[in-house]
């Protein structure tokens, strides 16, 4: 998984190359399960790499749900911070507005999600926790959108914009 992460990571070229071998996506789901925290954290590397593709996302992450792995791995209380910045960072990936999946994703509960990452002391799930927020929000109905600020509330909008980390303050202004 790390090869294919690395492999993968700047062609869609090899990308293409890469999905194409059976049965790598099974195998990359299962792995998002293991009980083994470096081989799960490889797969979300592997993942992260494979949803930086246009296409791919269109199809393969398509039919496959890997959201689901995902959004498990965010909400655990024990995951590991790497984890949780690479596994949120592929869930921004997966929320942009032309992603099949968005409003699965949307519907199994990733606003809440996402708004809890925004409080966490660690300040790349606070940005990616806003960049998933604001992926979701592009072009969306007025009800998403209206959920989304319903649950950040303004408070939190404001300590959001007062963040230390100018990436978050950007992020929370492009939201």
């Not at 032309?98 to 300040?123: H, M, Q, W, Y």
Request: glycine share 4%; hydrophobic share 45%.
């Amino acid at each position: 998984f790390r090869v294919f992460a690395s492999l993968g990571a700047n062609d869609e070229d090899i990308r293409k190359r890469i999905i194409d071998t059976e049965p790598l996506m099974d195998c990359v789901t299962s792995a998002l399960d293991d009980a083994d925290s470096s081989v799960q954290m490889s797969a979300i590397r592997c993942l992260h790499s494979l949803s930086r593709s246009v296409q791919l996302l269109r199809t393969t992450f398509q039919d496959h749900s890997v959201y689901e792995p995902l959004m498990s791995i965010l909400a655990c209380p024990h995951a590991k911070v790497d984890s949780l910045v690479i596994a949120s960072s592929t869930l921004c990936n997966l929320l942009l507005e032309f992603s099949p999946s968005k409003e699965r994703i949307l519907e199994s509960g990733a606003v809440d999600l996402l708004c809890a990452l925004t409080n966490k002391a660690d300040p790349s799930l606070r940005l990616n926790g806003v960049w998933g927020l604001m992926n979701m929000a592009f072009q969306a109905e007025q009800r998403i959108k209206s959920q989304i600020m319903t649950t950040l509330g303004t408070d939190q909008v404001f300590r959001l914009l007062s963040d230390t980390e100018i990436h978050v303050v950007m992020k929370t202004l492009g939201l």
